[in-house]
């Protein structure tokens, strides 16, 4: 629901279904509990026993912010999870203790590396939220490659041809629809999304590394899966995806008020710089998330037909009302 | 030095006369002490004292290895220093501890925002360096925009044009030829380098993200300048650069040996995995700056001659003997 709030569909209740088939199947266990392993005062190794990824990334970032409290900053990398949602949501509950969170995790590989063909990589989303005084906080919650897999759904739905620099197709040339990126996602193995920057010339290195950078952190040092050993939503085996979350006390550092009013000006400079011709205006990141959010809250989230329906015929699956 | 055995000719010795300009000027204090403030366990805030930033990073980073030896893992954050170089060069000094190194710096402004034309941001780099055990270490470093302004500078020496994606003019269209950018980042001040990503459509608006993210840990929590506010090379202000700066202790999480194994298959992995059309190999971040370095160390490391030559000059006005 909160990703639906902030204009995330792809990443909100139109993946219900997948979780609950995931759950109905035994591939993800739902009662099972978090065991914390190698504890010190700012870090801990958690094995999420499979549980539902929601879960396990929410206490997770609880946990880290219990140890911030006391030791300034905590961090936790994640073994044994499953598919989280959007990372910036555990980002941001730090934001109430205004501390600044941090979250990542790896996914299942769609994204090829620079120079290869194979989708060996996921799109392993990095989400940091930072506070602020009297300005909205800045919330960067970004898929390491150019775009996730969820836009290139939604392109899918609305029958929209795909921008050069965004995939490949099995032959390294630029994929220009979505049914051909789909097809080397989800059939040939070969081709697929490209990482942040694109293809080599405008950096795309970059993008890669950044993605490298998620799995190390979530998958290498917590004992999760990595890179092409990522379970597909539909492989009956465990996900074992693996996440880094974090939690850092600003006061740690330096005086918190001022640093909010520092974040406060910082933000209106950047806002009130100007603009490309036709703009009207620069984005801090999480703005208009914020203001979609306002805006569905007063008047409902609009949800795509066929969503609707999948979520109708889970409830019927389950013999539970839908009033929707 | 490090830079230039790297093989990235834009921070190492051609800088040399820059530096030193600054300190003759009394732009840069060359005697001048770190004050460590706000020290926790974890975490430290450092006023460079507009020291040379090549001896703020490096000592900052001892500290932090010293710290997560103790404590696990240590973060600094640094006030009143200076342009530190290669940031991989501190971010790779955990190597040595087998731990895991980052390094980020703020930087004068020449990175246009999504939508924006004015450049109010820095290249703004991050570097991450992890270890492995018989592969290379994992060494990440890159400037958040989709080129430094040094690469721009070898282009416009080689005479070469600027590919689409890379940077925009005045009027916000695509800037083809170096005079151009150069024109905009030191002149008008309107137009510049795009940030990693590119413009809107290619998902430039995270590289902007990230640039605002370095600066906000680097910048805005240690109080140095940041965004516009950051001194050019040749403003006699301080420049009051920022820099975040921390080891993490592998053990904190896991078994290091076990998580060098896990970098180890990781990395051979990816290498291994299929290649484009006509290439043969796939890098690792920090392959190629190794390979070069050996090159480098058996046959010398090659200087354009303008660098030579300003050098020399430099060596001359100074009264040094210069025999190279």
Same mark, same amino acid.
């Given at each position: 629901m909160s990703a639906d709030l902030r204009g995330i569909e792809s990443h909100g209740v139109s993946r219900l279904p997948r979780y609950a088939k995931r759950l109905m199947n035994g591939w993800i266990r739902p009662a099972a509990k978090l065991t914390l392993k190698n504890e010190t005062p700012v870090s801990v190794l958690v094995d999420g026993e499979n549980s539902l990824g929601q879960v396990v990334a929410y206490r997770v970032m609880q946990r880290c912010i219990e140890k911030a409290k006391k030791s300034h900053l905590a961090f936790a990398t994640v073994t044994n999870s499953n598919h989280i949602g959007i990372a910036g949501y555990y980002a941001m509950m730090a934001l109430k203790e205004d501390m600044i969170g941090i979250c990542m995790t790896n996914a299942w590989p769609l994204v090829v590396p620079t120079l290869g063909i194979e989708p060996i990589l996921g799109t392993n989303p990095v989400a940091f939220a930072v506070p602020a005084k009297n300005e909205l906080p800045f919330v960067l919650d970004m898929a390491t490659s150019v775009i996730p897999i969820g836009k290139m759904e939604v392109y899918e739905r609305h029958g929209k041809s795909v921008p050069v620099g965004w995939a490949i197709d099995e032959n390294g040339d630029p994929a220009l629809d979505t049914k051909t990126v789909m097809r080397c996602v989800y059939k040939t193995r070969r081709g697929g999304l490209l990482p942040l920057g694109g293809l080599e010339q405008t950096a795309g290195y970059k993008g890669y590394g950044l993605s490298l950078l998620v799995d190390i952190l979530s998958g290498i040092l917590s004992g999760a899966a990595y890179g092409a050993s990522v379970g597909t939503p539909e492989d009956p085996r465990p996900s074992n995806i693996g996440q880094f979350i974090g939690? %850092?006390?600003?006061?740690?550092?330096?005086?918190?008020? #001022?640093?909010?009013? +520092?974040?406060?000006?910082? %933000?209106?400079?950047?806002?009130?710089?100007?603009?490309? #011709?036709?703009?009207? +205006?620069?984005?801090?990141?999480?703005?208009?998330?914020?203001e979609l959010?306002?805006?569905?809250?007063?008047?409902?989230?609009?949800?795509?037909?066929?969503?609707?329906?999948?979520?109708r015929n889970l409830a019927q699956q389950l013999h539970l009302d839908f009033d929707l």
């Open positions: 939690a %850092i006390d600003v006061n740690a550092f330096t005086q918190l008020d #001022k640093f909010k009013e +520092r974040m406060d000006a910082m %933000i209106r400079s950047v806002r009130g710089s100007n603009k490309t #011709k036709g703009q009207d +205006r620069i984005y801090m990141h999480g703005e208009k998330e914020w959010e306002q805006q569905y809250r007063k008047n409902g989230i609009p949800l795509y037909f066929k969503v609707w329906e999948n979520l």
